[in-house]
T-cell receptor, first 113, second 114 residues
Framework: GEDVEQSLFLSVREGDSSVINCTYT??????LYWYKQEPGAGLQLLTY?????DMKQDQRLTVLLNKKDKHLSLRIADTQTGDSAIYFCAEKNYGGSQGNLIFGKGTKLSVKP | DGGITQSPKYLFRKEGQNVTLSCEQNLNHDAMYWYRQDPGQGLRLIYY???????QKGDIAEGYSVSREKKESFPLTVTSAQKNPTAFYLCASSIGGTSSYEQYFGPGTRLTVT
């Protein structure tokens, strides 16, 4: 079945780069997403990438996709304390009957001053 | 302002009682979704609806019910049959069913059942 895996924790110092990794199993995934969740809040869509792309950059965020290895990463440059949150990787199978997203368990990013 | 609202933010109920969680969107989205989030877990899909008067079960529909009488509203009822109802519930919407690629989330409702 479909599965999305992420490491649970990441700790970085303010100003450093953060790299959050994700692996997925569904080779027919067409869209891959990164969501951010702050404590007690809903999920905020950060960025997404189509499966026919290798990289997408949006200000401090860089998404890299290795489709062969089914590996997705999110790099946050110049990480700030406000970036502390849980980051979810999610995939969508365009041809799936449900059309819903499959989420990883989330990576909790802690930014130390 | 367009968006998704969920109310209330915190909800407390006694075991054995049904409770209904509200989700409203003014984004004119066709599709709406309910997810459940438990500590240290990802989101699990409860129910989804791609169009008014139609909805499908997700991965963990047992003990829940929904209705979709209006495009902008997708209430979730947590029934007494749900064995572990205490969780954080998130509602989401997207432009149109399987062709949409962005889901927008509400702020969530934290339900505690004692």
């Amino acid at each position: 079945g479909e599965d999305v895996e992420q490491s649970l924790f990441l700790s970085v110092r303010e100003g450093d780069s953060s790299v959050i990794n994700c692996t997925y199993t569904d080779s027919s995934s067409t869209y891959l997403y990164w969501y951010k969740q702050e404590p007690g809040a809903g999920l905020q869509l950060l960025t997404y990438i189509f499966s026919n792309m290798d990289m997408k950059q949006d200000q401090r965020l860089t998404v890299l996709l290795n489709k062969k290895d089914k590996h997705l990463s999110l790099r946050i440059a110049d990480t700030q304390t406000g970036d502390s949150a849980i980051y979810f990787c999610a995939e969508k199978n365009y041809g799936g009957s449900q059309g819903n997203l499959i989420f990883g368990k989330g990576t909790k990013l802690s930014v130390k001053p | 302002d367009g968006g998704i609202t969920q109310s209330p933010k915190y909800l407390f109920r006694k075991e054995g009682q049904n409770v209904t969680l509200s989700c409203e969107q003014n984004l004119n989205h066709d599709a709406m979704y309910w997810y459940r989030q438990d500590p240290g877990q990802g989101l699990r899909l409860i129910y989804y609806s791609q169009i008014v008067n139609d909805f499908q079960k997700g991965d963990i529909a047992e003990g829940y019910s929904v209705s979709r009488e209006k495009k902008e509203s997708f209430p979730l009822t947590v029934t007494s049959a749900q064995k572990n109802p205490t969780a954080f519930y998130l509602c989401a919407s997207s432009i149109g069913g399987t062709s949409s690629y962005e889901q927008y989330f509400g702020p969530g409702t934290r339900l505690t059942v004692t």
